[in-house]
């Protein structure tokens, strides 16, 4: 892959990287917070007969000082992804998004509904953050911000944690973190990706620094206001969803299937036994869906 950096309007520095050079394009949105490094089956999969252009989010690698809010708003990392693809001079093109990386490919589709082909999403966390009735993962990792903002002696516990995590006895977690259990929204969250999936330490790669920590809480909550639903209604090019059985952190009640059934673009996969990190416990496997679900949608934009 070629990694490469754009400056954005605001001043930060936005690394990506290309892969292929095939006619077709394929963007990548990937979770907050995550490495792109993650997709790289994926991208050789797909790079065969593609051109692949992953993004890293803003702040992520490279930052090391508190973002201010308005370079966390999900508006300015949208227009990075933007703005990469007119640096690379994209024509239309595919999204492949994961987790909260399916809102900036909706967005994508609501800023530039001409170039977006279609798009591909893994465990797609498209819904809008009510922060009043937050779910199991919102609430903990929402929890962990307000525990900071009350006590800032708390980020550098929780640095500990996103340093050493999957790395240390379960017995030892509250002694390490000088938290007791009853107040500890680091150890109920350490427990729910522990019991989502054995790679659950990996959720944790690029936030075990106190910018990084705190960028990323930052840009949750931004990320979260964004309702993705509203797009899914209308949407009018191809949408396959691509869903771990076993995803504990993503789950779709009746409603939404209502809404997926409700319009004709959007389809949907089902991964067995695969979680939410179904990306990195099955990456070949993975790839060769995502393939499928692009022939898929190139298909339907021709029927």
């Known amino acids: 892959m070629e990694k490469k950096t754009i400056t954005s309007r605001d001043g930060l520095p936005i690394t990506y990287y290309k892969a292929g050079a095939g006619d077709t394009c394929v963007l990548i949105s990937n979770a907050l917070g995550m490495s792109i490094k993650f997709w790289v089956p994926v991208i050789q999969t797909l790079c065969a007969e593609a051109t692949v252009i992953g993004l890293e989010y803003r702040g992520f690698p490279g930052i090391d000082r508190e973002l201010t809010p308005d370079e966390c708003r999900f508006e300015a990392a949208v227009q990075d992804f933007v703005d990469v693809v007119d640096a ?8 492949l998004s994961w987790c909260l990386g399916s809102k900036i490919a909706l967005a994508l589709y609501g800023r530039l509904p001409g170039r977006v ?33 009350k006590d800032p002696d708390a980020l550098q516990r929780m640095i500990k944690i996103m340093a050493q995590v999957g790395a240390i006895p379960t017995a030892d977690f509250l002694a390490m973190i000088e938290e007791e259990e009853d107040d500890s929204p680091s150890l ?39 309702d993705g639903e509203a797009t899914l209604r ?4 191809p949408f396959v969803m691509l869903h771990g059985e076993k995803d ?39 790839a060769r869906m ?14």
């Open 117 to 149: 082909l279609s798009i591909v999403a893994l465990n797609s966390a498209h819904k809008q953050l009510d922060l009043q009735n937050k779910g199991k993962f919102s609430g903990l990792i929402l929890s962990i911000r307000d525990k900071i903002r």
């Open 234 to 237: 209308t949407i009018g090019k």
């Open 88 to 95: 690379e001079r994209i024509g239309p093109f595919h999204c």
């Open 188 to 226: 109920d969250l350490y427990d729910f990706l522990e019991a989502e999936s054995s790679l659950s330490s990996l959720a944790f790669y690029l936030i075990n620094t106190p910018a990084g920590l705190t960028n990323y809480l930052n840009m949750y909550e931004q990320f979260g206001l964004y």
């Open 290 to 303: 995502i393939a499928d679900a692009l022939r898929e949608n190139q298909y339907a934009l021709h029927e």
């Open 248 to 286: 504990n952190v993503i789950q779709f009640e009746e409603r939404d299937q209502r809404l997926f059934h409700a319009n004709p673009c959007i389809r949907q996969h089902t991964l067995e036994a695969g979680s939410h990190f179904m990306i990195v416990e099955y990456p070949k496997k993975v």
